[in-house]
């Protein structure tokens, strides 16, 4: 073994602090090992040193270079481009601050400033003296149905508040361990039963499911089924769709019927349990019935309800939800568990594969794409079966086909679910594309901060692999074909086909000019079929009932249905699915319940940073791709942000310029230096500084760098400000003059206390600044220079005299 280099830490007046952790050498000689020392395998060895040591050490990135043909630029160029690589030493635990679209409508900047605020960093620093922790903000964590969101280390925290922000931290301090090791069980138990079960107890365990509490529920009903001996199958199920109602419990009776619990916490679920079946065993039962005899007794003491109440599908909010969907891409929603293949097999799974193996030549396959009208679930939404039919007429030998499964948009995680909920569904939509283009080699890229649908999805394939499935000869047949999982490490252009090819070669993701099309030369130049995983997991449907059963879904131009990621000011979010072709409003007003009560519907965000805002005035578009078009948005991956009339627009539009400035590759000009000067321009109206001309100069630039940029993500960049500036526009001149109508701009905001203050000193209490003196029984006072607008004073407030009004020195 190779000597240690540095320390895992040292003292400084008596204050713990961060230092190169020991280096073992060893381990970098054992990662190059695995991955090999071709240049393609820069990043997972990156990615594997990043995991062991939480940073890239110096002495081990010279020794990858020693050992491998990987040169000292190619991981300069590489670790500097991608996010999600660290050259210093970061604390023990990483807080991982979500910063996605419905993360930012909710408060994020807040969550964020409370965290900087209660580690003690100063401007500049993102560890705390004490090496304890180290703020990493992250462009989207895919749980927008929780947002605002945060992630200590493997534990999410949903829902959060700047006044929870210290009691969460100390909270995950204590019982830190506690938390991962749970999570980490979860990943690994083996969730089926023994016995001869008669019914099914069905847990949710999605990463929005866990996040909210579901693994303890999971954990509860296994001691509890244990305990008493219920003849019930304990059954872990992917996304159920209903983020809103996690965690969700389903039991499922001997006699089929079925009762769904929405909300459920672990003390509640004895009670769910014994509501629907029966203990076995004279010990068990008496047991029960004494449980039970000293709950109604103490509940009744105390006033407490003693009934956990199910909740119908047929009527009410959940009905409301789920009725105007249709389930393809979810098909099975809630019922099958994620990493059982013989129950996905029990549904159908891998005939379609089977028939295009058997029955069905190339050809006649993408003939029923073709006839399905299937369009690429992402981006502007190109006829699958014309890139399926280039590929295949390729004259290659070795071709390739890529699930896209970068799901970079912050506000969608479509992806995501589906990748955790349905592995096989789109492993087998990506075989049958694989067999109808003739290539015998796939790569799943899938985004890293999305950890459960990594190794489900590895999981998934080796269990097909053993199965036959994968592997040479599938399915009895003379075709061979071999899948891997590609890891994508923080960049959002990456999404771009070109740029994720770059990737996946080990390079920096940056796109290329086309054409050739990857259709025509992709991956190491060979034709390269590349589809997001949507697209992929409708196909097996399409195969088993005919491209036209599809087509008869959607309208003329857009077929069957689309899933979306529903969030933000919604009373009901989560991920849908509907066919193409309803309403905004619909969506909005009758799936998601619209958004909470007092407050006013102002707009939605489709498409993400390629997208744009759609009024409300707008709302009964329908879904479709020509027609989001016509308003100013695109379909993109499907992110569907609400928006209500707290939300400015002018934010809105700099929060995408921030991103698309920030992820912009900088390859070419218009993108890396046009979408800087548009970004400063709305810094200047947000800050209260805008100058004479700046809107004109603002819409020259949009078309400047639309019209200029090398791949989409410039070309699009524009589209969240043409869509508020032609609809907004009212609001772009208030700030001009100095006003934010919605009372989001902290330059052009002040806040004050009414005369309707009782001096009760909570708001002085809870200040973190100590911007409100604390005068008990008096009037209390803002000020204004000390204030960070963090809202706390008005949300502690019990006589709701805190108002938000105008600056008057902006």
Known sequence: MNAAVGSAEKVVNDTTVIASPAIDLAFVDQTVAVHGGGPEAVIPILQAIQTKYRYLPDAALQRVCELTEITPSAITGVSTFYTQFRHRPMGRHAIQVCRGT????????????????????????????????????????????????????????????????????RGFARRGSEVKSTRRDL??????????????????????????????????????VTSIGAAAEVKRVGCVGMCHQTPLVETIRGDGTSRLYCHVQPEQVEEIVLQNYQPTGIVSRMRTSWSKMVAELYGRENGAESSVEAVSPKEGPVCEFLGPQKRIATESCGDIDPLDLSEYQRHEGFVALKRCLDELSSDEVISEIERSGLRGRGGAGFPSAIKWRTVRGANAETKYVICNGDEGDPGAFMDRMILESFPYRVIEGMAIAAVAVGAHQGYFYIRAEYPLAVERIRHAIAECEAAGL????????????KFSVKEGAGAFICGEETALIHSIEGGRGTPRLRPPFPAESGLWEKPTLINNVETLSLVPWILRHGGDEFAKFGTETSKGTKVFALAGKIQRGGLIEVPMGVTIRQIVNQIGGGVANGRRFK????????????????????????????????????????????????????????????????????CRIGTKRMLEILERICGGEAKKGDLDLLEDLCQSVSSGSLCGLGKTAPNPVLSTLRYFREEYEAHLAGHCPAGKCKNLIAYHITDACIGCTLCAQHCPVDAIPAVPYAKHVVDVDLCTACDTCRVVCPENAVEIVRRTNA
């Open 102 to 169: 419905a993360c930012h409508v909710k408060g994020a900047d807040l969550i964020e400033e409370a965290i900087a605020l209660h580690l003690g960093l100063k401007p500049g620093e993102d560890t705390d003296q004490q090496g304890q922790f180290t703020i990493e903000p992250v462009a989207c964590l895919g749980c927008c149905t929780l947002a605002p969101v945060v992630q200590i280390d493997d534990a999410t925290y949903g829902r959060l508040t700047p006044q929870s922000v210290p009691s969460t931290i």
């Open 603 to 670: 707009a939605v965000q489709i498409g993400g940073p390629s997208g744009g805002c759609v009024p409300a005035s707008l709302a009964d578009t329908p879904v479709d791709y020509e027609a989001l078009s016509s308003v100013g948005a695109i379909m993109g991956s499907g992110g569907m942000v609400v928006l209500d009339d707290t939300d400015c627009m002018v934010d809105i539009a700099r929060y995408f310029l921030r991103f698309t400035q920030d992820q912009s590759c900088g390859k070419c000009t218009y």
């Open 187 to 224: 990943r690994k138990r083996d969730f089926s039963t023994s016995g001869s079960a008669v019914g099914e107890i069905r847990v949710g365990l999605g990463s929005c499911c866990v996040a909210q509490g579901s693994g303890q529920v999971f954990d509860k009903v296994q001691e509890v």
């Open 470 to 481: 994968l592997g040479d000869r599938i399915l009895g047949s003379d075709y061979s074909l």
